[in-house]
């Protein structure tokens, strides 16, 4: 195998500890309607038996305030909020722009009044975007709406307000 050969199988790697630009545009709480589809993996440590959990977060569960933050919300009784409030460790992992992006977060409960749901704040302690030259990412779990889609969208925009008054609160408390 040629030295070109190997380069053009080597992944292309960014470092981060505050989000792209792209990001924060994908993760500002606007437009909500046109990123239906795109969803997170929530990777969480389940303190009873150590166990790995995902849970799937769509575009009206996060929200970047600033670039170097993001907040989520969960339903309060599960198992990523039990996980979170625990230790605040997870690690966020989604597919955009044709990388795969992993980001590391220590996070904190906020208060979100009237919300219903668990919102923590999540501080960015690393990331990374991986590409490799001879493929293109194009997806990574993605989703439809069916019925409901305008139910689900107005669901969707009460919460991210919610999280853009918790992160306020949250932003000035530091």
């Known amino acids: 195998m040629t030295a070109s050969a190997d380069q053009n199988r080597a992944p292309d790697q960014q470092v981060f500890d505050e989000w792209p630009v792209e990001l924060r545009a994908l993760f500002d709480g606007a437009a909500?309607?046109?990123?239906?589809?795109?969803?997170?993996?929530?990777l969480t440590v389940d303190t009873s038996g150590g166990h790995v959990r995902t849970s799937l977060l769509g575009i009206g569960e996060?929200?970047?305030?600033?670039?170097?933050?993001?907040?989520?919300?969960?339903?309060?009784?599960?198992?990523?909020?039990?996980?979170?409030?625990?230790?605040?460790?997870?690690?966020?992992t989604f597919v955009f722009d044709d990388a795969f992006y992993q980001t590391?977060?220590?996070?904190?409960?906020?208060?979100a009044e009237g919300a219903g749901l668990a919102c923590f704040a999540g501080s960015i302690e690393s990331g990374e975007a991986q590409r490799?030259?001879?493929?293109?990412?194009?997806?990574?779990?993605?989703?439809?709406?069916?019925?409901?889609?305008?139910?689900?969208l107005?669901?969707?925009?009460?919460?991210?307000?919610?999280?853009?008054k918790a992160a306020g609160g949250a932003v000035a408390g530091r």
């Open 32 to 42: 909500l309607e046109s990123k239906v589809g795109f969803t997170a993996s929530l």
């Open 132 to 152: 490799v030259r001879y493929a293109r990412l194009t997806s990574g779990i993605t989703f439809e709406l069916e019925e409901g889609r305008d139910a689900v």
């Open 154 to 164: 107005e669901r969707w925009k009460q919460q991210i307000e919610h999280l853009k």
């Open 104 to 111: 590391q977060l220590q996070f904190a409960p906020m208060q």
């Open 62 to 92: 996060l929200y970047a305030p600033d670039s170097r933050t993001l907040c989520i919300a969960l339903w309060p009784r599960s198992r990523a909020a039990r996980a979170i409030g625990l230790n605040g460790r997870a690690a966020l």
